[in-house]
């Protein structure tokens, strides 16, 4: 009871903290923006039935449609960090309305704005495909996870169409330096190829197991799996034996065999969490014990400042207890919550309880100036964390997983 108590007192800090600072909030996003404001509301409502809560989070996507009508009126979007895009920021606002609506199950109809983000999305993927940009940030696979979480829902032929033009543009656009392999570029990184699922392969992987996971492909047609087969190839044939970084980031880097960052969005684990579901679909068992055994070396991983800097979801604990807490909800693997609650267990460990600001927490991202929001928001700071450590108080709660990197 004394440890639910410190993770109560956090998470009533953690509330005032961003009470305090929704002003400093400009784009709808869910990531940094005030659409994660309102998901992080909705969670305090659902956990403590406190109808401020709710009012609050209405507020705040009132605020995101107020962001996202202004972006469009004035027809300007300023890039804050390289692979910035309008196309994610839309999307990013959309699928937290759906989020909402399917996960949250609250009782809005959000149709109007379907249909305007529909439209908005398709058109931006197109311009993604003729940039061969098929970033989850900067490109095609923006509107992408957008789309499969809309089709997961609705079943409509808007996002089938979408998602089925990005998949052929991926066919068309991959790269291979062996026939059984294919890899593609990063326009926006300087034409690197990388291997994770926040720019690189595994996040190509990763988006043609949802295609599968929701139905527009059939696991049984051989056709549909080949270039997840080949995707798969090139990734595993980038192995190493090192434990504490299996991966290179990028693909001939001159990578140097060190410790790589253990977290959501870079390192190994992302790129397992891909592996590990696309090796069900292609049903090679050789590659289900490999992708099983790496995991579990992997999960040997303790806390490391070094390479889990910080407590949020996109860089730290919060984001590695997402990992293997979805990790086991898909497969009730007993390992893989014991992995989880290990992170858990962690995530206060960053906290320095002498500190009086931000609930005691520092982040790596760390805008030093008057006006900075991402310290508070869901992907880099104190939003998003503070949903975590409810998600381990009240079973209750949906998993984040439609709006991570990981998708649904």
């Not at 839309?90 to 199950?105: D, P, T």
Request: proline letters at 2%.
């Amino acid at each position: 009871m004394m440890k639910n108590k410190q993770y109560h007192d956090t998470i009533h800090s953690i509330i005032q903290e961003i009470d305090n600072n929704t002003h400093k909030f400009t784009n709808p996003s869910v990531e940094d923006g005030s659409m994660g404001l309102a998901i992080f509301y909705f969670y305090c409502h659902k956990h403590y039935g406190k109808e401020i809560y709710l009012t609050k989070a209405e507020e705040m996507i009132d605020a995101s449609i107020q962001f996202l009508s202004k972006i469009s009126d004035e027809g300007t979007f300023t890039v804050k960090y390289k692979g910035d895009s309008l196309s994610n920021l839309i999307a990013s606002f959309g699928k937290g309305l759906l989020f909402v609506e399917s996960k949250l199950c609250y009782k809005y109809d959000f149709t109007q704005y379907y249909e305007m983000i529909d439209e908005i999305l398709v058109d931006l993927s197109y311009k993604s495909i003729e940039e061969k940009d098929f970033d989850f940030f900067s490109g095609a696979l923006a509107a992408g996870h957008y789309f499969i979480n809309k089709f997961n829902i609705y079943k409509d032929e808007t996002s089938c169409h979408t998602l089925l033009n990005i998949y052929n543009a991926l066919v068309k656009s991959g790269l291979s330096d062996m026939p059984d392999q294919v890899y593609w570029k990063a326009p926006v990184y300087s034409d690197e190829v990388y291997l994770g699922i926040s720019h690189g392969s595994a996040m190509i992987i990763n988006f043609m197991v949802k295609l599968f996971k929701i139905g527009i492909f059939n696991q049984n047609d051989v056709s549909q799996k080949q270039i997840l087969e080949k995707a798969v190839n090139f990734v595993t044939s980038q192995k190493t034996d090192f434990e504490m970084g299996y991966f290179p980031h990028v693909y001939k880097s001159g990578y140097n065999i060190e410790p790589t960052i253990f977290a959501m969005c870079y390192g190994d684990l992302g790129v397992l969490y891909a592996l590990k579901f696309s090796s069900a679909i292609v049903d090679d068992i050789r590659l289900i014990e490999e992708v099983d055994l790496l995991l579990e070396k992997s999960s040997k991983r303790k806390k490391d400042i070094q390479h889990t800097v910080d407590a949020s979801l996109f860089y730290g604990a919060s984001g590695v207890y997402c990992i293997y807490r979805s990790l086991y909800s898909n497969t009730n693997d007993p390992f893989f919550k014991k992995v989880y609650k290990y992170w858990y267990s962690q995530i206060l460990t960053y906290q320095d309880i002498n500190q009086k600001f931000r609930a005691g927490f520092t982040f790596f991202i760390n805008d030093d100036d008057n006006d900075s929001y991402t310290q508070y928001s869901f992907g880099w700071g104190l939003a998003g964390l503070g949903i975590c450590l409810l998600l381990d108080l009240d079973n209750d709660l949906p998993l984040l997983d439609e709006i991570l990197l990981i998708g649904l």
